[in-house]
Nanobody
Framework: QVQLVESGGGLVQAGGSLRLSCAAS????????MGWFRQAPGKEREFVAA????????AYVDSVKGRFTISRDIAKNTVYLQMNSLKSEDTAVYYC???????????????????WGQGTQVTVSS
């Protein structure tokens, strides 16, 4: 079993920055892809970014490219999402997710992920 715990959400003004963290425990993650998703009120959960745990290759949704950066600290079993130049449309609950995939193929849909955190609220005021 894998446990994922997000932190770092909060209220920030447009143009500001936040860093989300996802602490993972319960397994070794050599065959995992770690992802960040978000869900705004009344909308479906959408892919934001992902990183292959060992290879380190990444993927981003177009709307955050150049503003968000996903990274991982293997020693700490932690994944980060650095969010800069935040916009009001970034407001959502952000979820960390883990996909058991030895091929390290990054999946962009929520159903491709096996484990989820509880989510952390990010609110960007304009």
């Amino acid at each position: 079993q894998v446990q994922l715990v997000e932190s770092g959400g909060g209220l920030v003004q447009a143009g500001g920055s936040l860093r989300l963290s996802c602490a993972a425990s319960g397994r070794t993650f050599t065959s995992y892809v770690m992802g960040w998703f978000r869900q705004a009120p009344g909308k479906e959960r959408e892919f934001v970014a992902a990183i292959a745990w060992v290879r380190g290759n990444t993927a981003y949704v177009d709307s955050v490219k150049g503003r968000f950066t996903i990274s991982r600290d293997i020693a700490k079993n932690t994944v980060y999402l650095q969010m800069n130049s935040l916009k009001s449309e970034d407001t959502a609950v952000y979820y960390c997710a883990a996909d058991r995939d030895p091929s390290a193929t990054i999946i962009l849909t929520p159903r491709g992920y096996d484990y989820w955190g509880q989510g952390t609220q990010v609110t960007v005021s304009s």
